[in-house]
C-alpha cells in the first residue's frame, strides 16, 4: 500500500520490515556512589531527602551524592557517622532515566543513642511502610533488612 514500493530496495530485496532502522541507543553514563545502612538492634537509620531532585521528600539511608560519579576511595567521607562499615560483596546496579548506578553498599551496627541530626530511627518492621524509592528497596533486601 505504500506508493513508493514500486521503487523501494528493500521491498526488492525482501527486507522491507528491517527499514528504517533504528539508530543504536546511546550508552548511558555511569556513577558509582554507596549507600550506608547503619542499624541498631531492630532499628534502620533513614533521612528525609530534600523535596526537589533525586528521590524528592522521601525516605533513603543515607548515601553519597548519587547523581555524581564518586570514586571509591572518597566513599567513607560520605558515611553518616563513624562505625566498623563494611561493604557487601556485590555493588547494586540500578538503571535511571538518565544514567546508570553502581552503588556500593555498606552495613554497620551502633549502639549510639542518638541519630545524626538530618537523620532518625525507622523501625526495621516498618521500612514497608516508609516508600523507599526502588533503590533503596533493593538496598535494604541486599543487607537482609527486607525481602526482595
Known amino acids: 500500500s505504500c506508493p ?7 521491498r ?3 527486507a ?6 533504528r539508530a543504536p541507543k ?3 553514563p555511569r556513577r558509582r556512589g554507596a549507600i550506608f545502612i547503619l542499624r541498631r ?3 534502620t537509620l533513614l533521612r528525609r531527602l530534600p523535596p526537589k531532585g533525586l528521590f524528592g521528600g522521601m525516605s533513603a539511608f543515607p548515601s553519597t551524592p548519587l547523581t555524581q560519579d ?3 576511595a572518597a566513599f567513607a567521607g560520605f558515611a553518616p557517622c563513624a562505625a566498623r562499615w563494611r561493604a557487601l560483596e556485590q555493588p547494586l546496579t540500578h538503571v535511571f532515566t538518565h544514567f546508570a548506578l ?3 553498599v555498606f552495613v554497620a551496627q551502633t549502639r549510639a543513642k542518638s541519630a545524626p541530626s538530618d ?3 525507622a523501625a526495621r518492621d516498618n521500612l514497608d511502610k516508609e516508600g523507599l524509592p526502588t533503590l533503596m528497596r533493593k538496598a535494604a533486601a541486599r543487607a537482609g533488612l527486607v525481602d526482595a
Not at 4 to 10: E, G, P
Not at 16 to 21: K, L
Open 12 to 14: 526488492r530485496l525482501g
Open 70 to 72: 564518586i570514586p571509591a
Open 26 to 28: 546511546p550508552q548511558k
Open 41 to 43: 538492634g531492630d532499628e
Open 119 to 121: 537523620c532518625r530511627w
Open 102 to 104: 553502581e552503588a556500593t
Open 4 to 10: 513508493l514500493s514500486a521503487f523501494c530496495a528493500a
Open 16 to 21: 522491507s520490515r528491517d527499514f528504517p532502522a
